[in-house]
């Protein structure tokens, strides 16, 4: 049986779950996206002790690489490299994007393309399309959205958007083999696709590892 630590603190509210070949053992989430950095390491603590499970039992450490807030990527891929550092286990990386494709492709029909999207800046989105059976079709980028935002896709296809970023598009995306729906986005859908890699040795190297912010971070600077 693998045992997986799961962390996905990409988007607007944290999760962390505890999967075992797959399956959701224990779980707990954080809305507020401002408390991820102090709520991750006591929550990781509570979840394990809680699910009567040590720290040395886990075989890996999952996470959502990106892309999603800059904050809170460093948080979690800072927490999994220090997990793996001090157990002496792999890495598991995956793509924002296609865990929430993950969460949404039992709500379309088979034939629906899925695209997932990442409130970034102003009318810009992290986005990527998949296949339902999570084959990318567009790979992620950051995307400013107009009325021809993936018309070379709804022209021929329907196409389901979800996510943070979806509600601010629905008055320009007006196609209408374009659907807006709701998904029940959760860390478990992490552990399904983490379980997956971790069967087919897709592991990570720990020490090279960074989270993939797909587009360059803005700072502000005080005058």
């Given at each position: 049986?693998?045992?997986?630590?799961?962390?996905?603190?990409?988007?607007?509210?944290?999760?962390?779950?505890?999967?075992?070949?797959?399956?959701?053992?224990a779980?707990?989430?954080?809305?507020?996206?401002?408390?991820?950095?102090?709520?991750?390491?006591?929550a990781v603590?509570?979840?394990m002790?809680?699910?009567?499970?040590?720290?040395?039992?886990?075989?890996?450490?999952?996470?959502?690489?990106?892309?999603?807030?800059?904050?809170?990527?460093?948080?979690?891929?800072?927490?999994?490299?220090?997990?793996?550092?001090a157990?002496?286990?792999?890495?598991?990386?995956?793509?924002?994007?296609?865990?929430?494709?993950?969460?949404?492709?039992?709500?379309?029909?088979?034939?629906?393309?899925?695209?997932?999207?990442?409130?970034?800046?102003?009318?810009?989105?992290?986005t990527?399309?998949?296949?339902n059976?999570?084959?990318?079709?567009?790979?992620?980028t950051?995307?400013?959205?107009?009325?021809?935002?993936?018309?070379?896709?709804?022209?021929?296809?329907?196409?389901?958007?979800?996510?943070?970023?979806?509600?601010?598009?629905?008055?320009?995306?007006?196609?209408?083999?374009?659907?807006?729906?709701?998904?029940?986005?959760?860390?478990?859908?992490?552990?399904?696709?983490?379980?997956?890699?971790?069967?087919?040795?897709?592991?990570?190297?720990?020490?090279?590892?960074?989270p993939?912010?797909?587009?360059?971070?803005?700072?502000?600077?005080?005058?």
């Open positions: 049986m693998a045992l997986i630590l799961n962390i996905d603190t990409a988007t607007e509210e944290a999760g962390i779950c505890l999967a075992a070949d797959g399956e959701v053992v779980m707990a989430v954080n809305p507020d996206q401002r408390d991820h950095a102090a709520w991750l390491h006591i603590e509570k979840m002790r809680d699910a009567d499970v040590r720290m040395k039992d886990l075989d890996a450490v999952a996470v959502t690489s990106g892309p999603g807030s800059y904050t809170g990527l460093r948080v979690g891929m800072a927490a999994a490299k220090g997990f793996c550092y157990l002496g286990i792999p890495l598991i990386t995956e793509n924002t994007l296609k865990v929430m494709a993950m969460a949404a492709r039992d709500r379309v029909a088979p034939d629906v393309l899925l695209c997932p999207m990442i409130d970034a800046r102003r009318m810009e989105v992290f990527a399309v998949y296949k059976d999570l084959e990318e079709v567009m790979p992620t950051a995307m400013v959205i107009d009325p021809h935002s993936f018309e070379q896709y709804l022209s021929d296809r329907q196409m389901s958007f979800f996510g943070g970023g979806s509600n601010k598009c629905k008055p320009i995306i007006t196609a209408s083999s374009a659907a807006f729906i709701e998904i029940n986005y959760t860390p478990g859908y992490l552990g399904i696709l983490s379980f997956l890699r971790y069967l087919q040795g897709e592991f990570t190297g720990v020490a090279y590892s960074e993939a912010y797909t587009k360059e971070f803005y700072t502000h600077t005080k005058k």
